[in-house]
């Protein structure tokens, strides 16, 4: 089945420790979004890559970085993680074919200790 | 103002009821319009997207889109227990591939 999958499930890093979570897919689509999330919030976007074009939302902090070196991944790179960075951290596919509906990995949990 | 809003719930409803669940935004450039579910801990999922204006039904969830009040509401018939989760409303402009999310509501149905 085509999906969207992200490795590690759970993370737990340390205080500055820097982390690198990974996203792959098998749909296909031509747009992949990253989103952190924190309880009881809507998602909130990161950045996103339409096709090899990056694109940073304007408060996403200098502290996190993309990339996509192909069309099926994309990381999210944290540098030095703080307390506040610990959520659940989402990754989206979508295709202008599908009217840019966005379907989501499983998500990766960090914890920052 | 926030840009998408939805009514944080949770709203109860009795199994076998229908759940109406509703939101409404301030873009008046929002041209596509879809609902997440959400359950705790998880991430969301697509269940339905509408584009135009009326009702678009998907077996027992149906979609009603009016862009002249700016609304968009999600109907849940014969409300089951696993349908208890977190609804995400979600709205983009045309030819945008970017979304705006509610906060969501949270929906309890109840034995």
């Known amino acids: 089945d085509a999906m969207v999958i992200q490795n590690p499930r759970y993370q737990v890093t340390q205080f500055g420790k820097p982390v690198t979570l990974s996203c792959s897919q098998t749909?296909?689509?031509?747009?992949m979004y990253w989103y952190q999330q924190k309880s009881s919030q809507a998602p909130k976007l990161l950045f996103h890559?339409?096709?090899?074009?990056?694109?940073n939302e304007a408060d996403t902090p200098d502290n996190f970085q993309s990339r996509r070196p192909n069309t099926s991944f994309c990381f999210l790179d944290i540098r030095s993680p703080g307390l506040g960075d610990a959520a659940m951290y989402l990754c989206?596919?979508?295709?202008?074919?599908?009217?840019?509906?966005?379907?989501f990995g499983p998500g990766t949990r960090l914890t920052v200790t | 103002q926030k840009e998408v809003e939805q009514n944080s719930g949770p709203l109860s409803v009795p199994e076998g009821a229908i759940a109406s669940l509703n939101c409404t935004y301030s873009?008046?450039?929002?041209?596509?319009f879809f609902w997440y579910r959400q359950y705790s801990g998880k991430s969301p999922e697509l269940i339905m997207s509408?584009?135009?204006?009326g009702d678009k039904e998907d077996g027992r969830f149906t979609a009603q889109l009016n862009k002249a009040s700016q609304y968009v509401s999600l109907l849940i018939r014969d409300s089951q227990p696993s349908d208890s989760a977190t609804y995400l409303c979600?709205?983009?402009?045309?030819?945008?591939?970017?979304?705006?999310f509610g906060t969501g509501t949270r929906l309890q149905v109840t034995l």
């Open positions: 989206a596919t979508s295709t202008s074919g599908s009217r840019y509906e966005q379907y």
């Open positions: 749909l296909n689509h031509n747009v």
């Open positions: 890559y339409y096709d090899k074009d990056f694109n």
């Open positions: 873009d008046r450039g929002s041209q596509s």
């Open positions: 509408i584009y135009s204006n």
């Open positions: 979600a709205v983009s402009r045309v030819s945008a591939s970017k979304l705006t």
